[in-house]
């Protein structure tokens, strides 16, 4: 399928060299939270459901043993990288609200209906999705509608989603947002709008939606 498509890196390894600025939380001034968004706690609790979704959805497409603990090998980093995941969707969707930007269910119904088509059906999407994104099928509609919010935002600048003015206004969002990460994570930075390890930046990689839905 992913062969077949053209697609856009939400996230890509080519930002802009730029110093970061890093913010991190400590403990003791959130307990309990594995990241503060917009003064919004991210609980280790709801970071840890989100994780324990990815693993029984793994689990249930893999249940060879030997196999399984293969993918546990594979995506051993899959606790930090959801978190990083859930801090930029929302750093995305306050982006897209400062441009006015909204999505319909029905949008994300149509983008759905022709990412299921290139699959093969709906329980292939969720596999593409799983294995590729680490997205649980649970999370699939709320991960479509960030793609099309990706897009519309983009568009709406005159950009894609490699360009400065997208990264610029994530950047934007990001400083608005205030993001606190607990240290166990990483921190973030602001001018990448990415969590980064003490040593070595990780870059989450997703779709663009435009792309999804048009022949190679």
Known sequence: MHRRRRTALLLTAALAAAAPLLTACGDQAHPGAAAVVGGQR??????????????????????????YQQVLASTG???????????LDRVLHRAAQDEGITVSRKEIQVMRAGLEQQAGG?????STWLQKYGIAPVRLDDNL?????????????GA?????????????ASGELRI????????????KSSRVDAKTPWVRQVTSAASEQQPA
Do not use: C
Not at 166 to 172: E, G, H, P, T, Y
Not at 180 to 191: E, F, K, M, S, T
């Open 42 to 67: 991210i609980t280790v609790a709801q970071l840890e459901n989100r994780v324990n979704e990815v693993r029984a959805a793994q689990r249930a497409a893999v249940p060879d043993d030997t196999q």
């Open 160 to 172: 894609d989603t490699t360009q400065p003015a997208f990264w610029k206004a994530l950047s934007q």
């Open 77 to 87: 980093t899959l606790t930090r990288d959801t978190l990083h995941g859930m801090v």
């Open 122 to 126: 709906a329980k292939g999407l969720e």
């Open 145 to 157: 509608r960030l793609q099309i919010e990706a897009q519309k935002l983009a568009t709406k600048l």
């Open 180 to 191: 606190d990460l607990n240290p166990r994570y990483g921190a973030w930075d602001v001018q």
